[in-house]
């Protein structure tokens, strides 16, 4: 029954097509991953704590505070 009800919907396809798209996504993001240098790594990890050096803060509401 399963068998038959794939058979009429094509779902077979669509799993194939799937799973292509899911591969080269997960390629892609490897390479891209592999090829990065170490320096921007550690340049992006460090984005999260340089704003926490400065003297002031924005609040949401765009209003400048100090601590």
């Not at 009429?8 to 799973?19: E, F, H, K, N, P």
């Not at 550690?42 to 100090?66: C, F, I, K, N, V």
Request: one cysteine or more; hydrophobic letters at 50%.
């Amino acid at each position: 029954m399963l068998q038959e009800l794939a058979a009429r919907t094509g779902a077979s396809a669509w799993v194939i097509a799937s799973m292509i798209c899911f591969v080269v996504a997960w390629a892609a993001i490897a390479w891209r991953v592999f090829r990065t240098r170490r320096e921007e790594f550690d340049a992006r990890a460090r984005l999260a704590l340089e704003g926490d050096a400065e003297a002031g803060h924005t609040d949401p509401s765009g209003t400048q505070t100090t601590r």
